[in-house]
């Protein structure tokens, strides 16, 4: 076989440093985590600003300003920064949405309601649950479904949709009168869709299993960001993670959550991009708690 002429592999060279920049350009030059500053107010004027308080609580700001917070376990939540332990530091709070009864997650979601005005979203009927046994006030509390869109802030706001999350849901509360813990039915496990005003959207995947429709819900709603479990034991660990990143989801990026919070979880951020392997089209972005990133 003859050598290609110079002409001939001055081409084929190009294609191939094409090829390799397209697929390079999938993962891009990924935003970094920004450490904690003295400044806790989120600056993200046109960006979508992701901050990780630990286990599956996030502060995220919108394109336009708004701040949603996820899952807020804060107060009693060993990997949250003591900054963030008192509910003020959070700043202004918008709206707060909520996965699923378990403590880990409600948290201190009706402290932090009551504290700035915002209300609850819940996406699998533990809202009225909220207001049953006292928790938050009935105009704090706001329900909707999996599958179900709403806006909460108007046509040019973020839209949020609640999506399917494989898990349990019980709500502990104890009784004022007893003392006595009491479990209660705390609605179904969801995830959230966000999609901000620019179109970015990220999925919080709340607490989860691996399950098939993860295809489904990634082809319908392309998240550009997925924040993902990767403990273990009580959620998908690091091998199921990366099935659903790879093989399922594909988005542009992913932040690992749910770990390093007790023994059981044993789940790491290296765990997840060793079964990755190499060429994965996803960035993976590890904050530590209390770090942003910007997208």
Known sequence: MHAPRPALRTLLLASAAALLGACASNVGNPPAPIPPTAATAPATAGKTEVLWLGQAAMRI??????????????????????????????????????????????????????????????????????????LVPANLSQRFNKSGTVMPFGPTGPKITAVHAEHSSELIHKDPVTGKDETHYGGEPVGYIIEMENGFKVWHMGDTGLFGDMTLIGTRYRPDLVLIPIGGHFTMGAEDAAIAIRDMVKPKYAIPMHYGTSPNMTGTPDALKGYLGVGTATAVIVPAPGERVVF
């Open 61 to 134: 700001t919108t394109p336009g300003g708004k701040v949603i917070v996820i899952d807020p376990w804060l107060t009693q939540n060993p990997k949250t920064p003591a900054g963030f332990k008192q509910l003020a530091a959070l700043g202004k709070v918008d709206l707060i949405l909520v996965t699923h009864a378990h403590g880990d997650h409600l948290g201190d979601a009706p402290a932090l309601a009551k504290l700035t005005n915002a209300p609850i979203y819940t996406g699998g009927g533990l809202g009225q649950q909220l207001v049953q046994l006292g």
